[in-house]
């Protein structure tokens, strides 16, 4: 059993950092916070929604653990994870806990974010989150070519699922758009207005992102249907 924690602990070590110093931060931020801190932002970065201190600065804290530990547990449950032969990490394995790390990085700015508001400072939330989930994005895109088949992270859609061809071929596209339009989207982030951002380029970006890796999905599983009926 103490080998087992030590291991886990010496594997992610930087994930559970990443996730106590929020943890610290909303703790030592508590006796200066303003009473009512932010727990929601509209578009354009005004807050919707306030709530008291007592536990408002600890809701973001407390939603990174838990989503750490909930991907973690679907990671542990992956037989693509680990190789048979010695229990390594596969690069699909190195790939998912890489995604992991970029979630946890993302959620611990958004957290620091808050805190920051609660303390008195006005950053441009907005702008920073929408930079963030974009470089997200792009992190992810350029992780998809290594990951292999499975239902807790990439394109899980039944032409995917069904055909480990279809699933790389579909990856290899989306891998490209995810990267590409995540870094122009972060560079947009901060040249164009924030209306133009959110209610046109948005749009446009959800179709890259989701519309065109479905159709190469479908395209590739109905090739891969007719050639089998030939």
Do not use: C
């Not at 932010?38 to 578009?43: E, I, T």
């Not at 046109?200 to 519309?211: A, C, E, M, N, T």
Request: no cysteine; hydrophobic share 55%.
């Amino acid at each position: 059993m103490k080998s087992k924690v030590s291991s886990f602990v010496r594997a992610e070590w930087l994930q559970l950092l990443l996730i106590a110093i929020p943890v610290v931060a909303a703790l030592a931020a508590m006796p200066y916070a303003t009473d009512r801190v932010p727990m929601q932002w509209d578009l354009q970065g005004r807050v919707t929604w306030y709530a008291p201190k007592a536990w408002g600065l600890l809701v973001m804290p407390a939603s990174m653990l838990l989503t750490y530990a909930l991907i973690f547990w679907m990671e542990s449950r992956d037989p693509a994870r680990h190789r048979e032969s010695d229990g390594s990490l596969t690069a699909h394995g190195k790939a998912t806990r890489l995604i992991r790390l970029g979630i946890v990085v993302v959620l611990a700015g958004v957290t620091l974010l808050q805190i920051s508001w609660s303390l008195g400072h006005r950053p441009d939330v907005s702008r920073w989150v929408v930079t963030s989930v974009a470089l997200l994005f792009a992190f992810m895109g350029n992780l998809f070519g290594k990951l292999k088949p499975n239902r807790y992270v990439g394109i899980r859609v039944p032409w995917t699922l069904n055909s480990p061809h279809v699933w790389r071929q579909t990856h290899r596209a989306a891998g490209w758009i995810w990267t590409t339009s995540g870094l122009i989207i972060a560079a947009m982030s901060w040249l164009l207005p924030v209306n133009m951002l959110h209610n046109k380029l948005s749009y446009i970006w959800l179709f890259f992102l989701i519309v065109i890796p479905l159709y190469v999905a479908w395209y590739e599983a109905r090739k891969e249907r007719l050639a089998r009926a030939a």
